[in-house]
Each structure stands twice: as C-alpha cells, then as structure tokens.
T-cell receptor, first 111, second 111 residues
Framework: EDKVVQSPLSLVVHEGDTVTLNCSYE??????LLWYKQEKKAPTFLFML????IEKKSGRLSSILDKKELFSILNITATQTGDSAIYLC???????????FGTGTRLKVLA | DAGVIQSPRHEVTEMGQEVTLRCKPI?????LFWYRQTMMRGLELLIY????????DSGMPEDRFSAKMPNASFSTLKIQPSEPRDSAVYFC?????????FGPGTRLTVL
C-alpha cells in the first residue's frame, strides 16, 4: 500500500534555530514529491521535487530528495515565529493525481 | 490571479440539512480536487476531476456525498443529509499537472 510518513509529528524550537523535517514514502513508480506549508488556513505550495540530489531553495527554506532511500527533507534555517505552521508532504501514486498526504509536522517557533 | 475561490467560508447547519459547497478553480487549470481535513484524519482526498470529468471518487465517504463539475470554472460538493461527523474543513484545489493550489476552505459545522 502506498504511504507517506512524516517525522517528527511536532517540534518546538527557538527563533534562530535550524530545523530538519523528514518525509519518507513508499510509492511505486515515483514521479514527484511536494511540500506545503499550512498556517491557519489553506496549504500553500513550497516545493516540488522530481530529481534526486538536486536541492530546491527559497530564502531560508530548502529541500532535497533521495530517490534511492525514498525520502525528502525540508530544512529551515534561522527560524522565525512566522515559520510556525504545519508542514505537509504529498506524493501522487503512479498514473493518478490521487495525492497521498503525510500527517504533517507541526512546527512551533518561540520568540 | 484571484486564486481558487470557495464559498461559503463558514457554514453552520443542523443535522439532516443539505449542504452545498462551491468552488471556482484557477482559470486554465484542468484538474480540480475536493479534500476534507480533520484533526483526527488529516487531509483526505474525496474526489478529483480532470477536464470536468470525475476521475476518482473512491475517497467520497458514502452516498450522502456527491460532487459535480458542470463546467471548467465551477464545482460543487453536496452533502445530503448532513451529520455531525461531517464537521470539518473542506478544501478545493486546482492544478495543472502536479502542483496544486488550494482555496481558503469552507469550515463546516453540523450541529
């Protein structure tokens, strides 16, 4: 059965810390992995990863995919209180757009 | 671009009543998705359409739920009759290929 597992489930850090969020997947014929940030409202798109070993970067956020070991990490450096959110990863099974979402990592950044 | 538009943003109804949620996808997007999010179950895909045609409705919980997409710019999700366990946030999302963009959601409370 296809599945997506995120860890940790929750994380509390102080401003300025660096965090690493994990997403592992078991999906046959992988084609892409997506990261989303969800604050109080709807998930907003962060990254889409398709190729192994190529880092995607946006400001203090970066993400990389390891297709051999079937996981992705999302790094946030110099965290700010505005980074507090639930971070979701999602993978579409082969031939469909029926995305499988992980349960998310709830990040809280303290001032 | 206005993004994905959903209405209403909040809905409070009594058990047994019919509820209709509405969605306008981003222009030019050929995929439309309906999700439900709860604390217990996370983000669940209910149904998705491609070019107005339902592709996979296996996530629709039961016959009380139905969804339509009469044209490329409008979709509805209907619950009839509603039950308290349907209380959740319902998101609509649209995409071209893999990157989905979510609407603000409808928070449904069934008393």
């Amino acid at each position: 059965e296809d599945k997506v597992v995120q860890s940790p489930l929750s994380l509390v850090v102080h401003e300025g810390d660096t965090v690493t969020l994990n997403c592992s997947y078991e999906v046959t014929n992988f084609r892409s992995l997506l990261w989303y940030k969800q604050e109080k409202k709807a998930p907003t798109f962060l990254f889409m990863l398709t190729s192994s070993g190529i880092e995607k970067k946006s400001g203090r956020l970066s993400s990389i995919l390891d297709k051999k070991e079937l996981f992705s990490i999302l790094n946030i450096t110099a965290t700010q209180t505005g980074d507090s959110a639930i971070y979701l990863c999602a993978v579409p099974p082969p031939g469909t757009y029926k995305y499988i979402f992980g349960t998310g990592t709830r990040l809280k950044v303290l001032a | 671009d206005a993004g994905v538009i959903q209405s209403p943003r909040h809905e409070v109804t009594e058990m047994g009543q019919e509820v209709t949620l509405r969605c306008k996808p981003i222009s030019g997007h050929d995929y439309l998705f309906w999700y439900r999010q709860t604390m217990m179950r996370g983000l669940e895909l209910l149904i998705y359409f491609n070019n107005n045609v339902p592709i996979d409705d296996s996530g629709m919980p039961e016959d009380r739920f139905s969804a339509k997409m009469p044209n490329a710019s409008f979709s509805t999700l209907k619950i009839q009759p509603s039950e308290p366990r349907d209380s959740a946030v319902y998101f609509c999302a649209s995409s071209v290929r893999d990157t989905q963009y979510f609407g603000p959601g409808t928070r449904l409370t069934v008393l």
